[in-house]
């Protein structure tokens, strides 16, 4: 059965998370929607590069995906967090016990504020997750408690990519595989997810 996540694109995304993730996942036979949240396909990234997003989020309000994922980057973080549809998106995901994935910055500042942490261990960049009362941080580059998958930062990109592939596929040989084969040395270990 063919697994299908939504990657959220708002303006002033981390385009290196987002793409790498999709470019991961892809690989892996993982088929990737990326959805604009605005009224328009084409976003702009953090560092204003325009990527022209597959669908609206607004004509897939109501569809479920496997996953959810939720890049950072400073900007988008902010925009994703004010965005009521995105949250609503986001909540539904995750009260069907889809897996919902927050890479940076997102974690704290998007999930958080709309107590979409509950009270589970997660992973964020910086000093992003300082003041946030809703989840308990742990330093990791990839953190899974239930369904919600985080990424520590940029850095953590590949390995985030890699966790979410196992565990929409449950094929460790091909992530593994696939990570030998760009030069990629896992830090995750399956097992533990």
Do not use: W
Not at 85 to 93: E, G, M
Not at 98 to 103: D, H
Not at 155 to 176: H, K, N, P, Y
Request: aromatic share 6%; hydrophobic share 45%; glycine share 8%.
């Amino acid at each position: 059965m063919d697994k299908n996540v939504a990657l959220l694109l708002a303006p002033g995304f981390e385009e290196a998370e987002a793409i790498i993730t999709l470019d991961i996942l892809s690989r892996l036979g993982v088929q990737v929607t990326t959805l604009a949240c605005q009224p328009y396909r084409e976003v702009n990234s953090y560092h204003h590069v325009k990527v022209v997003a597959d669908e609206l989020l607004e004509a897939n309000r109501d569809r479920l995906f496997d996953a959810v994922i939720v890049p950072g980057g400073p900007d988008g973080s902010k925009n994703l967090a004010a965005n009521a549809a995105v949250i609503d998106f986001i909540r539904r995901h995750d009260e069907a016990g889809r897996l919902v994935c927050p890479i940076c910055s997102a974690a704290a500042r998007v999930l958080a504020p709309q107590g979409l942490l509950r009270g589970r261990r997660y992973v964020s960049s910086g000093t992003s997750s300082e003041g946030v009362t809703d989840g308990v941080y742990v330093n990791a580059s990839v953190v899974k408690d239930g369904n919600l998958l985080s990424g520590q930062d940029l850095g953590a990109a590949f390995d985030f990519a890699f966790a979410i592939a196992f565990i929409l596929t449950g094929e460790a040989d091909s992530a593994t595989k696939q990570a030998e084969h760009i030069s990629h040395k896992l830090k995750v270990d399956f097992a533990k997810l």
